[in-house]
């Protein structure tokens, strides 16, 4: 079973913008025809799927990193995801992520790490050092973001 980016999986995470990348991490997911969550469905929504060995259903958003699991064929992810997480960055983007300027996707990405910085801070399961090096990298990417997309 793929675990991949199951905590926090940074280093792929701008991969996870990308629709088709997030279906890919369906590939044991329990849901296929007939359904209203389907890969491709779960995909477009937001979702990369997280199983455990307890949970083979969980779905996080890799923006706002709501977690859902105890999915059933008829659930629709988009209404889950807006009812159990309304103020999600991901579903308020209206357009294409191909189609945001640098200065918007700038802005997009600074609220996921600042979403995924306090998710860090309120568990505290990870050692300090851990925290401080991923703050470090964080800060880095956002760096190298910043000069690639607007000194080229």
Same mark, same amino acid.
């Given at each position: 079973?793929?675990?991949? +980016?199951?905590? +926090?999986?940074?280093? !792929?995470?701008? +991969?996870?913008? +990308?629709? %088709?990348?997030?279906?890919?991490?369906?590939? %044991?997911?329990p849901f296929r025809e007939d359904c209203n969550c389907t890969p491709e469905k779960m995909a477009q929504a937001g979702f990369?799927?997280?199983? !455990?060995?307890?949970?083979?259903?969980?779905?996080?958003?890799?923006?706002?990193l709501i977690e859902l699991e105890g999915w059933e064929p008829d659930d629709d992810p988009w209404s889950e995801h =807006?009812?159990?997480?309304?103020?999600?960055? #991901?579903l308020k983007m209206k357009k294409d992520f191909t189609e945001l !300027?640098?200065?918007?996707? #700038?802005?997009? =990405?600074?609220?996921?790490l600042k979403v995924y910085l306090v998710r860090i801070i309120k568990t505290l399961s990870i050692p300090l050092s851990d925290f401080v090096q991923r703050l470090f990298f964080f800060f880095n990417l956002l760096?190298?973001?910043?000069?690639?997309?607007?000194f080229p």
């Open positions: 079973r793929k675990k991949k +980016n199951k905590e +926090n999986g940074l280093e !792929t995470v701008h +991969n996870m913008y +990308n629709v %088709d990348m997030r279906e890919l991490s369906f590939v %044991d997911w990369i799927h997280c199983p !455990t060995d307890h949970e083979p259903d969980v779905a996080r958003c890799f923006y706002c =807006e009812k159990r997480s309304p103020n999600c960055g #991901f !300027t640098v200065a918007e996707f #700038f802005n997009l =990405e600074k609220e996921r760096f190298i973001l910043f000069f690639f997309f607007f």
